[in-house]
Structures are given as C-alpha cells and as structure tokens.
C-alpha cells in the first residue's frame, strides 16, 4: 500500500509525545444511553498520547476529503470542551495502548492499558474497556 501524511499536529498543544492513538469515538457507557442525545451531533474519534508523564485525550470530529488529502481533526459543536487534552487518569498512568479485542457477545470493544507507575518498580496496568459517558 501506499502512506499518506494526514495532517500535522500542534506543537504548543503537543509537545515531545508517544504512545499516540487515533480511533472512532467508542459506545455510549452502558446506562447512560438514556438522554445522551440531546447534545446535537456527537464527536466522531478519540485522540490518545502520552505526554509529559502522563496519558492524555481529547474528542473531535474527523474528516479525510480524500486518501491523498490532510484530514481536519477539529472540535465538534457543542461538544468544544472536550477538544482541550485531559487527563485519562488522574494516577500514574502512562506509555498506554489500546486495541480492538472482540467481547464472548461477539461484538468488538476496544481494550486500553498502560504502565502503573508504582515504587519501587512499575508494572502494566490492568486493562480497561474505552466508552463514552457523555454526561
């Protein structure tokens, strides 16, 4: 196949960073699916980094033109709180990675875990099913 560039990162927002993922926005957090269409149109990925120690996401909508074309990361209306970085744990979570892993329901969720930065070593974390709270 061939690689595309799909566009170029802010560096004052994203400074030295690794460990980065990119994805669709996962479900909706079981029992919060009641009223969590009320916010107009819904982000439509995740960005994922580590950086400066720590773990960090933000939600936008994504749109790719074309293969050969930069695509637009950008905040989704209503929704422009979550384009800002935070915190995917308020620990010492760093370095982590996700991948699609299917559930014993046959449907797909997607599993992250990282490094737990514990004394007087570190170990992997326990992994975590992403979802969407929207509330």
Not at 31 to 45: K, L, Y
Request: aromatic share 14%; net charge positive.
């Amino acid at each position: 196949g061939k690689w595309y560039r799909l566009g170029a990162g802010d560096p004052k927002m994203w400074p030295t960073c690794e460990c980065p993922s990119f994805f669709p926005l996962p479900g909706v957090t079981p029992g919060f699916e009641i009223g969590s269409d009320s916010a107009g149109p819904w982000p439509s990925h995740v960005q994922k980094l580590s950086c400066e120690g720590h773990d960090w996401w933000m939600l936008g909508s994504y749109s790719l033109p074309n293969r050969s074309a930069p695509g637009n990361f950008s905040p989704t209306p209503g929704w422009e709180d979550l384009f800002k970085p935070r915190l995917i744990d308020a620990g010492a979570f760093y370095a982590s990675k996700d991948a699609l892993y299917p559930s014993k329901k046959g449907l797909e969720r997607r599993i992250n875990w990282g490094w737990a930065r514990v004394l007087p070593n570190s170990t992997q974390s326990l992994p975590r099913v992403i979802s969407f709270n929207p509330r």
